[in-house]
Structure formats: C-alpha cells, structure tokens
C-alpha cells in the first residue's frame, strides 16, 4: 500500500510517499480502507518536529481519517466489515478521565496516523460516523469537531443563552460555532479577515470582531455583552491571545485552553483570572463516549461540518502548508480512495 511518511528527518519538505506492507488484523483489531483523511494544526507541529521533537521516525502522520472496515479480527463484535467508521484520536480513552496511558495512545505521533490507503487499529479505536455526512465531513470530526464538543459540552456544561467566544475560523472554531447555537448560545468570533466574519455570521454567529482593527477585542466582548463578558472562551491561540481572552470572560466563567496558534509560553497576569473567578480548563479532543454522544447530536440536528477545500492524498505537503498559512475557512481534507 502507499502511505505519505517523514522516514529520517522532520520537516514537511521530507514527507514522502512510501510503500508498506498490508497488514491483516490481529484479535480484537478491523483494518480499515481509508477514504479520507483531515489536517489539524497538530499534524503541521508534528511533521515538522515542534510538536515532539524526540517522536521516533519513521512516521505515518496525521490523526484524523474515515474508511471502510475491510476486514475485522477474532472477537470483533463492534462494527462490521462495509461500515463506515472515523478513526479515534486516543485509542485507549474510551471515556472517563484521562490517564498517561491513554494519552500515550494517540494517531499521528506516537502512533501511525491516517495519510495511509490501509490501516489497523483496535476494534476499540473507531467510531461508526452519521450516515448524512460525506466521507470528507466525516473525516473532520475526531479531533476539531470533538474538541469543540469537549470544550462546550462535556466539560463546559454550556446553557441555552450563554455567550460563546470564539478564536478565528479554523476546524475547532467553526465546529464550536455550530455546537453552539445547537445549544442555544449566541456566539461572538474574531477573525483578521472581514469577508471570514460574514461567513461566519452567515452561519450563525451573533457577532464579529476584527482583531486587527480592534486589537483590545477582549474590552470590545464586554462592549458587546453590555460588561457582562463571555460565559466561554474557546481558546485557540495560546500564548499571544490568552491575556484578552481572560479580559473577555465574564465573571465565573470558563476559559478552554486548546491551540497554541500564537505561541505556547505566555507571560500573563493572572489577577483577572482570580478576581473573576474564572475556570481555565485544558482541553485535549476528547473520549470515545464524548464521540459517540456528539455524533449522536449531530445527526438529530442534520448538521454538516464546513470543509473548505480537498485535496490528492499525494499533495500532502501542499495541503500542510496551505493549513499553516491559516488562509482555510473550516477543514481542510486529503482524498485517500473512492467507495
């Protein structure tokens, strides 16, 4: 089979195609027909070695994937061959709280990730997708779409009428955008691009800010919310956007730290933090439950992810710089096969 892989060195110029050799699935195991694949920001880290610099090579990047379960091991009850199924990110976090292990078991790095026709994954590790999606909306819910969920649901516990701020426009922002108003908040976004705003109040959002023009957009929330502030701030960019982030909650509210777009070290005050009560809670995707739940939701709601462009599984590095340069509005995917 062919798989795109970084073998000796990282960096995007080094990820290549390569030939591996099928596998058939062991006990408890399916091995999938990969259909496509889709790019976090993770994958641009990881490839070019920032995100793990001491990641063992060769590696087969890239978490996030659908295919078709082509063959299934001794014991597998789940799913079937024929069923659609989307890749997990943490293969070994069913649901709960998270422990090292399971955090250890991730696709992409340390594991072989998804830029492969073929894979093998434990029976455990897929998750069926809602049938009213494209392979290409399918592919982009394991990671942004359930981080997204992760953020406001099953940690944010978030309310109909809540305020939701949301960081540009990227995979996790746009999902949150849609989660949100499924549950009845109305969402502020920032973006540097006038023309993403409109889109992004196209598809709901109450308002938008431009954090180029309004570079206090943090003081501009609290404008907005009549000094109220943000009940959620789904966090995206990190280090260089934390301290207006926490400007913008409101009092008692929650902060999601997910991205590190801007930077991953900050050096913030954390008197607002304190003085406002506020919770901050790291966000890492999220759980096989939490999936099955927000699936679950999406396909009452009829709901569609946004992707903004497909690209050849071959133009892989392409597609990882496009990403890089944040010029995407929603998902970006990589066609693996045809069904």
């Not at 069923?83 to 594991?111: C, H, M, N």
Request: proline share 5%.
């Amino acid at each position: 089979m062919r798989a795109m892989a970084i073998e000796n060195n990282f960096g995007v110029e080094n990820l290549h195609l390569v030939e591996r050799p099928v596998v058939d699935p062991g006990p408890g195991e399916v091995r999938l027909r990969m259909l496509t694949a889709s790019l976090n920001y993770r994958d641009w880290l990881m490839v070019q070695g920032f995100y793990n610099p001491r990641q063992p090579l060769p590696l087969i990047p890239c978490s996030d994937g659908v295919g078709l379960v082509e063959a299934v091991g001794e014991g597998v009850e789940r799913v079937a061959p024929g069923d659609r199924v989307a890749t997990l990110f943490a293969q070994r976090w069913i649901s709960g709280r998270p422990t090292v292990e399971k955090l250890r078991s991730t696709l992409g790095g340390p594991f072989d990730g998804t830029l492969a026709q073929h894979m093998v994954l434990s029976a455990e590790g897929v998750v069926p997708v809602p049938e009213h999606l494209s392979d290409e909306e399918a592919a982009t819910l394991p990671c942004a779409a359930l981080t997204a969920w992760s953020a406001l649901v099953t940690e944010g516990q978030v309310k109909a009428g809540d305020t939701v701020l949301l960081l540009g426009t990227g995979g996790v922002s746009i999902f949150a955008l849609q989660i949100a108003q499924l549950c009845g908040c109305r969402v502020i976004i920032t973006s540097s691009s006038d023309e993403k705003l409109e889109r992004a109040r196209a598809l709901g959002a109450w308002q938008g800010i431009n954090y180029r023009s309004t570079q206090r957009w943090g003081k501009k929330v609290l404008e907005l919310t009549e000094g109220r502030g943000a009940d959620h701030v789904v966090e995206v960019g990190g280090a260089g956007t934390l301290e207006q982030s926490l400007t913008a909650a409101a009092v008692g509210g929650t902060v999601s730290l997910i991205g590190v777009l801007s930077g991953g070290s900050a050096d913030v005050g954390i008197i607002s933090a304190l003085m406002k009560q506020l919770r901050l809670q790291g966000i890492l995707v999220g759980h096989r439950e939490g999936f099955e739940a927000m699936n679950r939701a999406f396909t009452a709601a009829s709901l569609k992810p946004v992707v903004d462009r497909v690209l050849p599984f071959e133009e892989a590095p392409e597609a990882l710089r496009q990403m890089a340069e944040g010029s995407h509005f929603g998902k970006i995917c990589l066609r693996i096969g045809e069904r």
